[in-house]
């Protein structure tokens, strides 16, 4: 068994993962998948795939490209939810605000610098007309943060997928005050050019498995009411979700790698625009 550490979100998106690992699809391969869940997202797991302590990661697409685009030695796969992501914006449910427009003023709360809540911050305010360069933030670290801090009187606004934070609001938790979904495919999967050099058959085998899973994903028989009991969501919230959800099974075109860029550069987050041979693996 060749041992191939992963890791992602603990959400609803991933779930084909889980699936194919409970079949004991990649075993099948002599592929022992060893998953760990990342509850503070996209920045720490940038991190933990600069640092080599993962092989691979999915991830969210512009947290990626910055990280790479910064230096990380590590490549995109191929797209791995190829649907935009919806951004829930957030406010303590006791909070006077009601619109995007309130908030324009406020403090950030973000899991950490690079993550999707730091950069669809920006680009948020880059779509309200907003002067981004006047954005500040808090950093929560996670979830659990979020709750804590903007229930503290902060005053701060929040960022997260609509569905995942979608019980807080239902709870009176948090106040959805409008929704922001991402220019381009949300997930991408992403490995370390070490593993790319040293095991790029391997990935292939994972690739062919997931991607079997994933063309069949919306076809498995209750699959709403799986997602349901195990991500303790509303069935009809579930099913909205995956009415607007579609999985991709190819690499990011390059075309969508230079909007990301542009948009991420035009915003000051990176510092130039690369070649797309620097982000993608062929």
Not at 150 to 173: C, R
Not at 202 to 208: G, P, V
Request: glycine letters at 6%; hydrophobic letters at 40%; proline letters at 4%.
């Amino acid at each position: 068994m060749k041992k191939v550490k992963i890791i992602g979100v603990p959400e609803h998106f991933n779930l084909p993962w889980h699936l194919a690992m409970e079949d004991g699809a990649f075993e099948d391969r002599g592929i022992q998948l060893d998953w760990t869940d990342v509850p503070e997202g996209t920045g720490k797991m940038a991190q933990m795939l600069q640092n080599g302590e993962t092989d691979l990661a999915i991830i969210l697409t512009e947290g990626m490209v910055k990280s790479i685009s910064q230096g990380n030695p590590s490549k995109i796969a191929q797209v791995f939810v190829a649907s935009p992501l919806l951004w829930g914006i957030h406010v303590a449910a006791s909070s006077t605000r009601k619109s995007i427009k309130d908030i324009e003023n406020d403090k950030v709360a973000i899991s950490r610098l690079g993550s999707g809540s730091h950069l669809m911050a920006y680009i948020n305010a880059q779509n309200q007309g907003w002067g981004t360069e006047k954005l500040q933030f808090e950093i929560i670290n996670n979830l659990d943060g979020a709750v804590e801090n903007l229930t503290s009187g902060s005053n701060a606004y929040f960022m997260w997928e609509h569905f995942t934070t979608k019980p807080l609001v239902d709870q009176g938790i948090f106040k959805r005050v409008g929704d922001c979904p991402t220019p381009w495919p949300c997930f991408v999967i992403a490995a370390t050019n070490a593993f790319l050099e040293s095991h790029s058959g391997l990935l292939r085998h994972i690739l062919e498995v997931i991607n079997t899973y994933t063309e069949e994903f919306k076809q498995i028989p209750s699959i709403d009411r799986t997602l349901a009991n195990r991500y303790e969501q509303k069935l009809e919230d579930i099913q909205e979700w995956l009415s607007k959800t579609t999985w991709g099974q190819e690499q990011l075109a390059t075309e969508t790698l230079n909007e990301v860029q542009k948009r991420l550069f035009d915003l000051n987050l990176i510092a130039q625009i690369k070649d797309a041979s620097e982000f993608l693996w062929d």
